[in-house]
């Protein structure tokens, strides 16, 4: 009975409330979340429907591409009978392009919405966005390279169901470790839970600014910084490969786009048994093709599978349908 109430207090807190950073999540929190995402796959997997979000409708708010997100974030309101509002680069589709500001922008769409999902390119824009909205949830599909939380949640559920924890993990994250919003968020995910050890490897360019990783360390989180392959330790639980974000390099040069680690045949070979092999997508040349048919390559199979259970359930929590 208390589990019940506790359970239940929890789900009406989300009701309303904005997804801005997955900072603001706790365990308890995570762990709901995890467990209604089960039952949504228990749904998807019977291919049962839904009529959680009738009548609700999403407002998709994309100044930035994405193939996965967007998609996603669509497919979890249609599959529970609810609809969208997709306006894909509002910059040229929009009034922003008469010059509306962007506060006044966020004030129009919700009008005509139940909640807004927004990618933008500046950090801090989802923040901005739910200070303006005097009415509906913001939820942040990626500010810059600052975070993008609902990955992180698919990413920390992804690790839960494999290894049935999130502590005590030994991890490797590699690639663009200051550019990448979801490194950023899958690592704040991690330092909420103890004893987890993260092995850092990126060329020195890309590493994390110092600030954020005194802060992580602070936050109990143990990093250690690598420069080569060789330097994995073995059988950790999960590798988490990202591209090269040029997209936020300045006068992009595609000759200046430094070295950065691949995982090739040879290089999975350090990976233990256990390991899976994580990637947010898009995949660019960092992992070879050859790879994605190991048993342990989750970002084609159940890291991206997730993240329609997991957006089904946000969705539904902060509408208050849950
Ligand atoms: N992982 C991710 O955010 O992919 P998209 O940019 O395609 O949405």
């Not at 991690?190 to 990783?213: A, C, G, H, M």
């Not at 960092?286 to 390559?297: G, L, S, Y």
């Amino acid at each position: 009975m208390g589990k019940k109430l506790d359970a239940t207090a929890l789900i009406n807190g989300f009701k309303g409330q904005d997804i801005l950073s997955i900072a603001q999540f706790d365990q308890p929190r995570l762990f709901l979340i995890f467990a209604l995402a089960k039952q949504m796959k228990q749904l998807l997997l019977k291919n049962k429907s839904s009529d959680l979000l009738e009548k609700t409708i999403t407002t998709l708010l994309f100044f930035e591409p994405s193939s996965r997100t967007f998609s996603s974030f669509a497919a979890a309101a249609r599959r529970l009978n609810g609809t969208t509002i997709d306006i894909l680069n509002p910059s040229q589709t929009s009034s922003v392009a008469k010059g509306e500001s962007f506060s006044d922008t966020i004030r129009a769409l919700e009008t005509n919405t139940d909640c807004i999902v927004i990618r933008h390119p500046e950090i801090g824009s989802a923040q901005k966005a739910a200070d303006a909205a005097f009415f509906v949830p913001i939820i942040n599909a990626g500010d810059g390279a600052g975070e993008h939380p609902t990955q992180a949640l698919m990413d920390l559920f992804t690790i839960y169901e494999h290894h049935n924890t999130l502590q005590g993990l030994t991890g490797v994250i590699a690639g663009d470790l200051l550019n990448g919003r979801t490194v950023h968020s899958l690592l704040k995910g991690l330092s909420l839970f103890e004893k987890n050890t993260i092995y850092l490897l990126s060329s020195k360019q890309l590493r994390i600014p110092r600030v954020d990783w005194l802060h992580f360390q602070n936050k109990g989180l143990k990093i250690v910084e690598i420069e080569k392959e060789s330097d994995i330790p073995k059988n950790a639980h999960f590798w988490y490969w990202t591209r090269v974000q040029t997209e936020r390099f300045k006068n992009t040069d595609v000759k200046k786009i430094p070295e950065h680690p691949v995982i090739t045949t040879t290089v999975l070979e350090l990976a233990g048994r256990q390991t899976i092999i994580m990637h947010p997508l898009p995949r660019i040349d960092e992992i070879h093709p050859d790879v994605d048919r190991d048993p342990r390559a989750m970002y084609f199979r159940s890291q991206i599978q997730n993240g329609l259970p997991i957006r089904m359930v946000l969705l539904s929590l902060v509408l208050g349908k849950i």
